[in-house]
């Protein structure tokens, strides 16, 4: 009985015709995998945001991002090891479109990264070690697109300073 209870509720939210578009007044939170286009790496993440308007503006999203990747680059005499851990803070404004099921957004972020690098190689090889890290502004884009009136598919693609960029996917809860 209780099987059939959670089926149909299952199904009666899957099937429902009432999505939402980004509002005012709610939260979005996700997590995140993508594609970092600094070294071709797998990166994971998670993202927030905050429904706001601003008058004779629109509607803005107010919140953060956090990502971790690593990698590593092979040269003849090693190998340097990259590690970073990205948080920082977005601003995101949102179009408005006539298909509720769509959200699609663009804004900026202000972040810190976190990076490491470390040389494994041989004794007595010296070379200058590469930068990394500090301050991060960048700009994005989005598109969620809304499968129940509380949950979302969601894009991402960024670029920014320090060389970064990425391609990310994954899913939005609204709250």
Known sequence: MIRKILLIIILSTAISSSFAQFTVGNHYVGPMLGLSFLGSTYQLGAGYEYGMEIENFGKVGVGGIIRFWSYSENYRLGKWSYTDFLIGAQ????????????????????AFDAGSVEFSGPTGVFYDKPSYGGIWLGLHGGLRYW????????????????????????????F
């Open 147 to 174: 499968l129940q009136p509380n949950l979302a598919l969601s894009s991402r693609i960024g670029f920014g300073t320090l060389g970064y960029g990425a391609l990310d996917v994954g899913v939005d809860f609204k």
């Open 91 to 110: 601003g995101n404004y949102h179009f408005k479109v006539d298909d509720n099921r769509f959200d699609p957004w663009a804004g900026l972020v202000l």
